[in-house]
């Protein structure tokens, strides 16, 4: 009698362990797979493109939330809203920690990416556990001829009030400590004209990159000539790449925090590694410091004077 109550209490476990991690969400979703998940009542499919857009055409199911809502101000939008703004929008959508958050924008490039990686995080770090993005965006959901309409789903607002969960943010002063200590893999996620410090965003005071960073172009991570995300075995090809010790924190990093949470993405959700953060503010960020803030690949004074020439022309004569 032991051997089967163990038997069965092994098989019940193991059971159990198998339909836990089928409810587990995959952060990645075809149009396919999206599609019958509309069905369920816990699905919230989060539509981040402009209104205009939104309205011109949207999955049924969608409710509009547009990127910039979930951005900082024109001065850095890397910077995370007011903690009062997120909790309000996260209400007005419905969510809760038991909602399964789906995340579509246009899929039109690797770049429109990055917006969905950055509200899936900010998702993540607002407590939801389920939460995934649709690979390829709407351009992947009308080229498999999923319907698209223009009814305006109503919900209504949950009272979820959520806190922010720093796990996956590094800050200023977070990154000025792995500098002292030499303790952080710093990734910057930027083309190579940003990393050479050959441009740099409008807002960042400085060209350059973090001293000792390590690049990883978020453009790696998509299919060839497409803006589809690689899958799983890919992804952890690329996060080799990386020279990272065990136990170490990993930080992604670019100008504003956009295309470092496709990097943030890759190598957390699809690689799987531990104890990646997404430093939002990013470059910006740290060039707006008051103190002069520690920098490489930065340009000779005249190459600097140079290029700020050039954009002044651009700005004013273009």
């Not at 770049?111 to 770090?125: E, I, N, P, Q």
């Not at 965006?137 to 698209?148: F, Q, S």
Request: charged content about 20%; proline content about 6%; aromatic content about 8%.
């Amino acid at each position: 009698m032991k051997t089967t109550f163990k038997s069965y209490a092994v098989g019940l476990g193991l059971g159990l362990s198998i339909c836990g991690a089928s409810l587990a969400a995959q952060p990645l979703l075809t149009p396919d797979q999206l599609q019958p998940l509309l069905q369920q009542a816990d699905v919230r499919l989060i539509d981040i493109r402009d209104p205009k857009a939104f309205e011109a055409g949207h999955i049924d199911k969608a409710t509009n939330a547009p990127y910039g809502k979930w951005r900082g101000p024109a001065t850095n939008p890397g910077e995370l809203p007011d903690t009062a703004k997120l909790v309000a929008l996260v209400q007005s959508l419905d969510l809760t920690p038991a909602t399964h958050a789906i995340v579509i924008s246009s899929g039109a490039d690797a770049t429109d990416f990055g917006a969905m990686a950055r509200v899936y995080w900010t998702l993540k770090s607002l407590g939801l556990k389920e939460l995934s993005i649709v690979n390829g965006g709407m351009k992947a959901w009308e080229a498999a001829g999923k319907p698209v309409g223009k009814t305006q789903t109503q919900i209504a607002a949950s009272n979820y009030t959520p806190t922010f969960d720093a796990n996956w943010l590094a800050t200023r002063q977070d990154v000025g400590q792995h500098l002292d200590l030499s303790n952080a893999a710093l990734v910057d996620s930027r083309p190579d004209a940003f990393y050479q410090g050959k441009v740099r965003a409008p807002a960042a005071k400085l060209s350059g990159t973090l001293p000792g960073a390590q690049q990883l172009d978020f453009n790696q991570w998509f299919v060839p000539g497409t803006s589809q995300f690689v899958d799983a075995t890919k992804a952890k090809e690329i996060a080799g790449k990386l020279q990272r010790q065990q136990g170490q924190d990993t930080v992604a990093f670019c100008n504003t925090g956009h295309w470092a949470a496709t990097d943030w993405f890759g190598l957390s959700e699809m690689a799987g590694l531990p104890n990646v953060k997404l430093y939002a503010g990013s470059m910006v960020d740290w060039t707006q410091s008051q103190e002069a803030p520690r920098m490489a690949n930065q340009p000779g004074r005249a190459q600097s004077l140079a290029y700020d020439a050039q954009k002044w022309w651009e700005k004013n004569f273009k």
